[in-house]
């Protein structure tokens, strides 16, 4: 449905509120515009563009330090860290991440975004993976971006233990799964 510029602008205020990872091309696609358009609209509402949103909440939310492992050791770049409780990180599928023969990427990239993130979540200076239990649900392809959510579902200081959902989608979709139990210490 074809809407006039100020309810689009608005609506587009919204969904980079929502999503601050939205790409033009998919707030094009969903207002059913052209790039350009969706350009000019972020450009009269001084909305940056995606590269400058990222760096923006990044520097915002990494004032915190990951405590598990050095930032530079989490595959993908984190951009939102609630220690305990959750983290968000970005990895731009390149080259050397795909099979050659499809530009399909490699389940190990995947899995190791997933499973550094929820390394980084914990607030413990040990943090290790006890078990997991991943799904792939889709592939990625080469120049998508994954983007995980890890969402710290239980912790238990006395066994150490704490459990750790990631979920990875490419836009909309759903492109893996992990559940990680984690080991912690239990000197808190």
């Known amino acids: ?27 094009a696609e969903f207002f059913q ?4 358009t969706i350009r000019l609209d972020r450009l009269e509402l001084s909305i940056p563009e995606l590269r400058e949103r990222i760096k923006h909440v990044a520097e915002k939310t990494l004032e915190k330090e990951v405590r598990s492992l050095p930032i530079e050791e989490v595959i993908g ?11 968000i990180s970005i990895f731009d599928v390149k080259k050397e991440h795909v099979f050659v023969r499809n530009n399909i990427t490699r389940g190990h990239h995947l899995f190791a975004q997933a499973n550094s993130l ?3 979540v914990i607030n413990d200076e040990l943090a290790l993976t006890a078990k997991a239990n991943i799904r792939f649900t889709a592939p990625v392809k080469l120049g998508q971006r994954v983007v995980a959510k890890a969402i710290v579902q239980s912790v238990d ?9 990631v979920k990875s ?5 759903v492109v893996f799964y992990g559940s990680f139990e984690m080991f912690r ?3 808190m």
């Open 77 to 87: 770049e984190v951009i939102d860290l609630e220690l305990d409780k959750s983290a």
């Open 169 to 173: 989608t490419v836009g909309n979709d």
């Open 118 to 120: 929820a390394v980084a």
């Open 1 to 27: 449905m074809k809407r006039n510029k100020k309810e689009r602008q608005q609506l587009l205020k919204e969904k980079i509120k929502d999503n601050p990872f939205i790409t033009d091309e998919e707030l």
């Open 33 to 36: 515009v052209s790039i350009q």
């Open 157 to 165: 200081r006395e066994k150490g233990r704490t459990t750790v959902e």
């Open 185 to 187: 210490s239990t000197n």
